[in-house]
């Protein structure tokens, strides 16, 4: 195997982590509970804040971002949620509701598509839940909640809190926590972060903790309640994955350098155009097509139909011979679709060159 430089790995996650940020990995351990680490936490605090569009604490835990989903669940949910579900990752959602003995109504749509504000409307309307559970950006099928509206929705329902997987759309497209109104919104560290995997931060309103504080059984690891009063403190849980705390406070300052989360937004979307544009015109003429429709089509992943005779799995095959990854579909998508993500540190230029080889291996 020959080591590919920058720019060659299109995963929809894990992300390609700059070399910079790896750099950060071999800093020398230091003690959890000392000052350096309050010094470092403190010093993360602010820009987590700019990142996550919040006023509040940005709680980061030792985690894939599935646990922080367990704990939305687990201190966020009463008795019943209801789930909505467009792809994979909404399942898993809703099958925590499921896992840790609670009720879960699923709104299901097709893969691809997204539900819309007017069903969320009826179905509130029709089933009493405590809370709602959503991914914003369905990195099974590429396509992109109308999150904001969602949101909007949710203001005529005080008691139903809103528990939003942001995992591939937070630091890569608009997520507006504080503005929105999201109860609780997190991410993990190796989307569109682009940081090796094993963190999971997210952000909760204040009625979120009150919920938690009405729920005896919340658990203990990912109790949000003691996550929320060690950050509060500037102190970790538990003993932390600190190589990976260097990692983020060291693409934290890449961000900064880079003009804040909206010029990372605006990078984003310019590489979805590029997608776009490719489709319209050679990667069209070759059969390729999109998935989710325009206006729902996420900012870091592109999950295009791939041309009639042809197959995912094979296609994201040749092009790891030439030396670039792709991710095939997901589930029953698997040899419809083709996943370039495109989020983190990669850059229009690359896209680009993606782009060709995909066109150059499936010709
Ligand atoms: C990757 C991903 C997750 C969580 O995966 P982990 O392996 O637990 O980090 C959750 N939701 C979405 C939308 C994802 O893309």
């Not at 979307?269 to 097509?289: C, H, I, K, N, P």
């Amino acid at each position: 195997m020959t080591a590919p430089s920058f720019g060659r790995f299109f995963l929809p996650g894990p992300t390609e982590v700059h070399p910079g940020v790896l750099a950060a990995l071999t800093r020398p351990m230091i003690p959890h509970r000392g000052r350096e680490m309050r010094q470092l936490l403190a010093g993360m605090a602010e820009p987590l804040k700019q990142l996550f569009r919040t006023q509040r604490r940005v709680l980061v835990g030792t985690c894939s971002a599935t646990g922080f989903m367990e704990m939305a669940v687990r201190s966020g949910v009463r008795q019943r949620a209801l789930s909505l579900v467009s792809g994979a990752f909404g399942e898993r959602f809703a099958a925590i509701v499921a896992a840790t003995g609670r009720e879960v109504i699923r709104l299901n749509v097709a893969p691809g598509q997204t539900i819309e504000a007017d069903m969320l409307h009826d179905a509130l309307r029709r089933s009493e839940v405590d809370a709602v559970t959503m991914v914003h950006s369905e990195t099974s099928t590429g396509a992109l909640a109308p999150l904001e509206a969602l949101a909007q929705v949710m203001r005529q329902h005080p008691d139903v809190l809103l528990l939003v997987d942001a995992v591939t759309s937070l630091a890569g497209s608009p997520v507006e926590t504080d503005a929105w109104g999201l109860d609780f919104g997190f991410t993990g560290s190796q989307k569109a972060l682009a940081l090796p995997p094993g963190l999971a931060l997210g952000v909760a309103s204040e009625r979120m903790l009150e919920r938690a504080q009405t729920i005896p059984e919340r658990g203990a690891y990912l109790d949000l309640v003691a996550f929320d009063e060690a950050a509060a403190e500037m102190q970790p849980t538990n003993t932390p994955a600190m190589s990976l705390y260097y990692a983020l406070d060291a693409q934290l300052q890449r961000i900064a350098a880079e003009g804040g989360v909206e010029a990372r937004w605006r990078r984003h979307d310019a590489m979805r155009q590029a997608v776009e544009q490719w489709v319209a015109g050679s990667g069209g003429a070759l059969g390729f097509s999109y998935l989710p429709a325009e206006g729902r089509r996420s900012w870091t992943i592109s999950c295009l139909k791939v041309p009639e005779g042809k197959k995912g799995r094979a296609i994201a095959q040749a092009l790891g011979e030439r030396g670039w990854t792709i991710g095939s579909g997901y589930g029953s998508l698997k040899e419809s679709t083709i996943r370039i993500g495109h989020m983190g540190d990669h850059t229009v230029a690359g896209v680009q060159a993606v782009l060709a080889e995909v066109e150059a291996a499936t010709r």
